[in-house]
């Protein structure tokens, strides 16, 4: 808990150069142990464990937050090349499960090769023969 409450004082004040320098920091080392600092940051605190209702709070202020950013620096926040790969890569997977569930392919045969990465493909086949 000490660097839970650490960090946010660590991205908000960070280390400048002089007081770095102060403190005895070798001059080839500055660059690496500089950090500008005034970088927001959002901490939660929860009672109890994290449940369902909390994880979905979580989730509800992080989708708002990153919606509100992209509105102060006017950006599309959900209109990312790489969201949008994953959704053209997840037809693909679809695809697979579809296959699996209307009976016509089993767990086995229902990847063909080379269709995934084989970490992809293990983990794809791995749940299906567990669904």
């Known amino acids: 808990m000490c660097n839970?409450?650490?960090q946010p004082d660590a991205l908000a004040l960070g280390k400048d150069k002089e007081t770095l320098s102060a403190a005895g920091?070798?001059?080839?080392?500055?660059?690496?142990?500089?950090f500008a600092g005034d970088r927001p940051s959002l901490s939660f605190l929860f009672k109890g464990s994290l449940t369902a209702f909390n994880c979905g709070q979580l989730l509800a202020?992080?989708?708002h937050r990153v919606a509100v950013e992209g509105f102060i620096f006017d950006c599309?926040?959900?209109?990312?090349?790489?969201?949008?790969?994953?959704?053209?890569?997840?037809?693909e997977s679809r695809s697979v499960f579809a296959?699996?569930?209307d009976g016509?392919?089993?767990a086995d045969d229902c990847i063909p090769e080379g269709k995934f990465n084989e970490a992809t493909a293990t983990l794809l086949k791995t749940f299906i023969q567990n669904m």
């Open 61 to 63: 202020i992080y989708e």
């Open 104 to 106: 016509s392919k089993t």
């Open 4 to 6: 839970f409450f650490a």
């Open 76 to 91: 599309n926040s959900f209109d990312q090349w790489g969201v949008e790969l994953g959704k053209v890569l997840a037809k």
């Open 99 to 101: 296959s699996v569930v």
């Open 25 to 34: 920091v070798p001059e080839h080392m500055l660059e690496h142990k500089f």
